[in-house]
């Protein structure tokens, strides 16, 4: 007896995954706080954003994630400083 295909349950499981993703992206509140943002409050948001769960600890994330930018210079640290509260904010929306 063969066995079934593994490729439309790994297909199934992928769409299941991007969806739950786009869903916890699908926030108008988050999206109009994000829109209100400077250039590089909006770079700081979308780069930390896809990361945000329930229980996230949105400081340690924007550290980890933004660090990154800072040092290869797309992003300066004042201004990420100068950002972070109000990027942090924003973030705090996607929490849910």
């Known amino acids: 007896m063969p066995f079934p295909s593994l490729r439309p349950l790994a297909l199934a499981t992928l769409m299941a ?3 739950a993703a786009t869903a ?3 926030n108008p509140a988050a999206d109009k706080c994000a829109a209100g943002l400077s250039a590089e409050g909006q770079l700081m948001h979308r780069t930390v954003a896809p990361h945000v769960k329930a229980d996230s ?3 340690k994330l924007m550290r980890s994630h933004l660090r990154g930018l800072v040092m290869s210079g797309k992003l300066k640290l004042k201004t ?3 950002n972070g509260q109000a990027v942090g904010r924003c973030l705090s929306l996607l929490k849910g």
Do not use: F, K, V
Request: aromatic share 0%; hydrophobic share 60%.
């Open 24 to 26: 916890a992206q699908a």
């Open 80 to 82: 990420a400083e100068a």
């Open 17 to 19: 995954a991007g969806l």
């Open 57 to 59: 600890d949105i400081e």
